[in-house]
């Protein structure tokens, strides 16, 4: 009973909400898409996950779980690649046991076309459900516009392919203008379901569920006097003056709140919360002004310098009126009562600040609830202490900063992570991963092997972690081939094959890794192999076909890469340019090859450079040249040091 959305599991507990459930399940099965809109803190997601995936009959409804536009820690971030990271991130919700190799490159309509079609008892095709949250991830300042936008386009080009495809997209209230006006006819014709605050009666029934599923049910009228004293609010004006006004809704994340604040403080004999507990320990008014308090000290220790009581005192100025009110303030593009939008922005994704469009045009911003007045105007003296740091809660900072690109923000988090994590090994292991992304995104490989060698050895020990294991092990591979180190790379990659001799994608990076060390047999080898037991494996076909094309066999490389959908992969598309020009298509070759201007990856320049040489340009001898710089992280593989070398000497 805490501020956390609600999962598929908890569905037992999950109370007040069966008649949206029940709408917006027929919403996303009635029409090819469909919008899910709300506040932050409305509970959407808990809608989702809780009320309407139970209701999908898999005998007759194909649904994925609910896929999300971020990755948590759990995948190694050197594993991701040059994926798209958001689309990497929905499909990893969406196979939560693939391993991450499987999903490097993978586009949503590839995926989807791949998928084997069900079909129910009468032998018809199921209809397929897909569900993204957090969408306004993709939209908000910081984003990866580029990828955003490929994410995008992606979903509506799923959509239009299969007509038997319907996606349910969550995004908060304020983002949702953004969607509308996309220029894709699906978009443009979604249907929009808006999710409210609760009724008292509905929050009644999500007091009282929960509880009742616990075995200490509330006694007559307590459940009635928590929900009434929600409704309550209290203003005190700048001279002193008292008001009270009742409200008509109930916010499902207050109700969290203030239901976990009096479960912690029940006495651990009572059989059941009276309507005196509610009194004596449910204050909230309190509750909530504790909770708000914490959210806007993680706001300013994450995006305003650390400085707490500035921006508390600036939110009182701004959107506290002296009657104790809420006022509104005119949204700007940059900044909205003198905080920067970047400030502003995270505490809407904190249920602080709410966006609203006016009729008359415009839109402004004003505090989220009238609960959060007295957290803003009551004294430092009023504010419960702090509480034991919770190493939980550190890790999911450190995980939302390095989504965010903060790197030395996310590092701090997980060093107090660490701090505080005790025995819990699994915890640790999740930390020290952060630790070793950070360290790869700081270009730190040394720091980022060590962390990932501290999380593979925690993981060991832990049942059910091969997986993950293998994950890790792969990530360390990696990252040792991209400083050159061939030979341990390729001891850590048979290490995780022994663990997962099953997982196909372990299999095709130990073909990678004798590939760049020179057993060029052997990896063809294992690759052949792979491709007999697993039929057309997406990753043994591109593998194998990038390693034809770079030996010069045309022939077969474009008869693997054909058969692939590339992608965000300019690796594989540079491979099939590669062999095109090799098989005299030159034209051909030079209109797909990929833009190297920026590029970084070493095999990729000497794919363009042999493409331009076929064509008779005079750069081909510097592109090739550039592939063979001292310190260019990954190094070519040893068989094209020689084709490399040859190309510079012309």
């Given at each position: 009973?805490?501020?956390?959305?609600?999962?598929?599991?908890?569905?037992?507990?999950?109370?007040?909400?069966?008649?949206?459930?029940?709408?917006?399940?027929?919403?996303?099965?009635?029409?090819?898409?469909?919008?899910?809109?709300?506040?932050?803190?409305?509970?959407?997601?808990s809608?989702?996950?809780?009320?309407?995936?139970?209701?999908?009959?898999?005998?007759?409804?194909?649904?994925?779980?609910?896929?999300h536009?971020?990755s948590?820690?759990?995948?190694?971030?050197?594993?991701?690649?040059?994926?798209?990271?958001?689309?990497?991130?929905?499909?990893?919700?969406?196979?939560?046991?693939?391993?991450?190799?499987?999903?490097?490159?993978?586009?949503?309509?590839?995926?989807?076309?791949?998928?084997?079609?069900?079909?129910?008892?009468?032998?018809?095709?199921?209809?397929?459900?897909?569900?993204?949250?957090?969408?306004?991830?993709?939209?908000?300042?910081?984003?990866?516009?580029?990828?955003?936008?490929?994410?995008?386009?992606?979903?509506?080009?799923?959509?239009?392919?299969?007509?038997?495809?319907?996606?349910?997209?969550?995004?908060?209230?304020?983002?949702?203008?953004?969607?509308?006006?996309?220029?894709?006819?699906?978009?443009?014709?979604?249907?929009?379901?808006?999710?409210?605050?609760?009724?008292?009666?509905a929050?009644?029934?999500?007091?009282?569920?929960?509880?009742?599923?616990?075995?200490?049910?509330?006694?007559?009228?307590?459940?009635?006097?928590?929900?009434?004293?929600?409704?309550?609010?209290?203003?005190?004006s700048?001279?002193?003056?008292?008001?009270?006004?009742?409200?008509?809704?109930?916010?499902?994340?207050?109700?969290?709140?203030?239901?976990?604040?009096?479960?912690?403080?029940?006495?651990?004999?009572?059989?059941?919360?009276?309507?005196?507990?509610?009194?004596?320990?449910?204050?909230?008014?309190?509750?909530?002004?504790?909770?708000?308090?914490?959210?806007?000290?993680?706001?300013?220790?994450?995006?305003?310098?650390g400085?707490?009581?500035?921006?508390?005192?600036?939110?009182?100025?701004?959107?506290?009126?002296?009657?104790?009110?809420?006022?509104?303030?005119?949204?700007?593009?940059?900044?909205?009562?003198?905080?920067?939008?970047?400030?502003?922005?995270?505490?809407?994704?904190?249920?602080?600040?709410?966006?609203?469009?006016?009729?008359?045009?415009?839109?402004?911003?004003?505090?989220?609830?009238?609960?959060?007045?007295?957290?803003?105007?009551?004294?430092?003296?009023?504010?419960?202490?702090?509480?034991?740091?919770?190493?939980?809660?550190?890790?999911?900072?450190?995980?939302?900063?390095?989504?965010?690109?903060?790197?030395?923000?996310?590092?701090?988090?997980?060093?107090?992570?660490?701090?505080?994590?005790?025995?819990?090994?699994?915890?640790?292991?999740?930390?020290?991963?952060?630790?070793?992304?950070?360290a790869?995104?700081?270009d730190?490989?040394?720091?980022?092997?060590?962390?990932?060698?501290?999380?593979?050895?925690?993981?060991?020990?832990?049942?059910?972690?091969?997986?993950?294991?293998?994950?890790?092990?792969?990530?360390?591979?990696?990252?040792?081939?991209?400083?050159?180190?061939?030979?341990?790379?390729?001891?850590?990659?048979?290490?995780?094959?022994?663990?997962?001799?099953?997982?196909?994608g372990?299999?095709?990076?130990?073909?990678?890794?004798?590939?760049?060390?020179?057993?060029?047999?052997?990896?063809?080898?294992?690759?052949?192999?792979?491709?007999?037991?697993?039929?057309?494996?997406?990753?043994?076909?591109?593998?194998?076909?990038?390693?034809?094309?770079?030996?010069?066999?045309?022939?077969?490389?474009?008869?693997?890469?054909?058969?692939?959908?590339w992608?965000?992969?300019?690796?594989?598309?540079?491979?099939?340019?590669?062999?095109?020009?090799?098989?005299?298509?030159?034209?051909?070759?030079?209109?797909?090859?990929p833009?190297?201007?920026?590029?970084?990856n070493?095999?990729?320049?000497?794919?363009?450079?042999?493409?331009?040489?076929?064509?008779?340009?005079?750069?081909?001898?510097?592109?090739a040249?550039?592939?063979?710089?001292?310190?260019?992280?990954?190094?070519?593989?040893?068989?094209?040091?020689?084709?490399?070398?040859?190309?510079?000497?012309?």
């Amino acid at each position: 009973m805490g501020p956390r959305a609600f999962r598929p599991e908890d569905r037992h507990v999950f109370f007040g909400r069966a008649r949206e459930a029940r709408e917006l399940a027929d919403h996303w099965q009635a029409n090819p898409l469909t919008f899910l809109s709300g506040p932050a803190g409305a509970g959407k997601t808990s809608l989702l996950q809780a009320g309407v995936m139970p209701l999908l009959d898999p005998d007759v409804l194909d649904a994925l779980p609910v896929g999300h536009v971020s990755s948590g820690a759990r995948i190694p971030i050197v594993l991701r690649g040059g994926s798209n990271p958001y689309v990497f991130a929905v499909l990893s919700s969406w196979l939560p046991y693939e391993a991450p190799s499987g999903l490097s490159d993978v586009t949503i309509p590839g995926f989807l076309a791949r998928r084997r079609v069900r079909h129910d008892q009468y032998g018809d095709p199921m209809l397929t459900l897909i569900a993204v949250d957090d969408a306004e991830t993709l939209l908000a300042p910081g984003r990866d516009p580029e990828a955003s936008e490929d994410l995008l386009a992606q979903l509506a080009t799923a959509l239009k392919d299969d007509r038997d495809l319907h996606a349910l997209v969550v995004v908060r209230e304020d983002a949702l203008p953004m969607l509308r006006s996309r220029r894709e006819k699906v978009f443009r014709q979604a249907v929009e379901y808006a999710v409210e605050a609760l009724e008292p009666a509905a929050a009644t029934a999500a007091v009282r569920g929960p509880a009742e599923a616990a075995g200490r049910p509330f006694a007559p009228d307590a459940a009635e006097k928590l929900v009434e004293d929600l409704l309550t609010v209290r203003r005190v004006s700048s001279q002193g003056d008292e008001t009270e006004e009742r409200l008509p809704l109930v916010e499902p994340l207050q109700l969290q709140v203030v239901c976990s604040a009096l479960w912690k403080a029940l006495p651990p004999d009572a059989a059941a919360v009276t309507a005196g507990h509610v009194r004596e320990l449910g204050d909230v008014a309190r509750s909530l002004a504790d909770f708000y308090d914490d959210v806007i000290e993680e706001v300013a220790r994450d995006t305003y310098h650390g400085e707490t009581e500035r921006l508390r005192a600036r939110l009182r100025d701004a959107f506290v009126d002296e009657k104790g009110g809420r006022k509104d303030v005119v949204a700007g593009s940059a900044e909205s009562a003198g905080l920067p939008d970047a400030v502003v922005r995270a505490l809407a994704g904190r249920h602080v600040l709410r966006l609203e469009e006016r009729p008359q045009g415009g839109s402004r911003w004003r505090l989220s609830h009238d609960h959060l007045v007295r957290a803003l105007t009551r004294g430092q003296e009023g504010r419960t202490p702090a509480g034991r740091a919770d190493p939980a809660e550190y890790r999911r900072l450190a995980e939302g900063a390095l989504r965010d690109g903060d790197l030395e923000r996310a590092r701090d988090y997980a060093r107090t992570a660490l701090r505080h994590c005790g025995p819990d090994k699994r915890l640790r292991a999740d930390v020290e991963q952060i630790l070793a992304d950070v360290a790869y995104r700081s270009d730190d490989l040394d720091a980022a092997v060590d962390h990932y060698g501290r999380a593979s050895v925690l993981l060991q020990s832990l049942p059910g972690a091969e997986g993950r294991l293998a994950g890790v092990l792969t990530a360390i591979s990696q990252i040792m081939m991209a400083q050159g180190r061939f030979e341990p790379a390729l001891r850590e990659l048979e290490v995780a094959a022994a663990r997962r001799p099953d997982d196909p994608g372990i299999r095709v990076e130990l073909a990678w890794v004798m590939w760049c060390s020179g057993h060029v047999n052997g990896a063809v080898d294992v690759l052949d192999t792979v491709l007999a037991e697993e039929g057309d494996e997406r990753r043994a076909l591109r593998a194998r076909g990038e390693i034809m094309a770079d030996l010069g066999r045309f022939t077969p490389a474009l008869r693997d890469l054909g058969r692939l959908d590339w992608g965000y992969s300019p690796s594989a598309r540079s491979a099939y340019a590669l062999a095109l020009a090799l098989e005299g298509r030159v034209e051909e070759a030079l209109d797909l090859a990929p833009p190297v201007e920026h590029e970084t990856n070493v095999t990729v320049l000497l794919r363009v450079a042999r493409i331009r040489d076929a064509a008779g340009r005079d750069d081909a001898a510097a592109l090739a040249r550039r592939a063979l710089e001292d310190g260019v992280r990954p190094p070519l593989p040893r068989p094209l040091v020689a084709v490399a070398q040859r190309l510079v000497r012309g």
